[in-house]
């Protein structure tokens, strides 16, 4: 299996541009998750789909991030418009989760994201 | 909202020593997971544990997760360079199928 799949690897943009991260999680998980890590925020889940719905957006940051999955096999990650405070490492994860287990997540290689 | 602790927050060692981290829940975990960031690389997972008191060991790497379930530890005995890294301890959020990450532990070391 090759793994969660990010692209791309590295984003770089000007200030109110959209941006959108893409994701193909492994096939037949059924959990997705967006994380964003900074240095000075750490690792935070943005985003998580359940079997392609969206189940908790409470650390999306504001009303210019928003997150898709259209089927199981892809998700995005759109900011429109972007800022400098949005330039992070993004990444995506999923598992195969049950309904009262927790597994163990897989991560993607992440986007580098930097907003000029 | 439930807070997952980790210290500290960065660890200087020579190789060989010994390192330890620390991870403490607000609340009581189901489960706690751990999992590894080297430097310009994305969290692997390492370990799961699920039950009270539950003590496990991979090489050189010791787990061990608390009677009451809201902390646990990560003990590395002689540490080596490929040691390097970012570790993470993530409980599950009540009543939500997420993991809430510590802050993580850097480790750094002097070979």
């Known amino acids: 299996d090759a793994g969660v799949i990010q692209s791309p690897r590295h984003e770089v943009t000007e200030m109110g541009q959209e941006v959108t991260l893409r994701c193909k999680p492994i096939s037949g998980h059924n959990s997705l998750f967006w994380y964003r890590q900074t240095m000075m925020r750490g690792l935070e889940l943005l985003i998580y789909?359940?079997?392609?719905?969206?189940?908790?957006d409470s650390g999306m940051p504001e009303d210019r991030f928003s997150a898709k999955m259209p089927n199981a096999s892809f998700s995005t990650l759109k900011i429109q418009p972007s800022e400098p405070r949005d330039s992070a490492v993004y990444f995506c994860?999923?598992?195969?989760?049950?309904?009262?287990?927790?597994?163990?997540?897989?991560f993607g290689p992440g986007t580098r994201l930097t907003v000029l | 909202g439930q807070q997952v602790m980790q210290i500290p927050q960065y660890q200087h060692v020579q190789e060989g020593e010994d390192f330890t981290t620390y991870c403490n829940s607000s609340t009581t975990l189901s489960n706690i997971q751990w999992y590894k960031q080297r430097p310009g690389g994305h969290p692997v997972f390492l370990i799961q544990?699920?039950?009270?008191?539950e003590v496990k060991k991979q090489k050189r790497l010791t787990f061990q997760f608390g009677e009451a379930k809201k902390n646990s530890s990560l003990h590395i005995t002689a540490t080596q360079t490929t040691d390097v890294g970012t570790y993470f301890c993530a409980g599950p959020s009540r009543g939500a199928q997420k993991l809430v990450f510590g802050q993580g532990t850097r480790l750094t070391i002097n070979p």
């Open positions: 994860a999923s598992s195969l989760e049950g309904r009262v287990t927790y597994n163990e997540q897989f």
């Open positions: 544990l699920v039950k009270s008191g």
């Open positions: 789909f359940n079997n392609n719905v969206p189940i908790d």
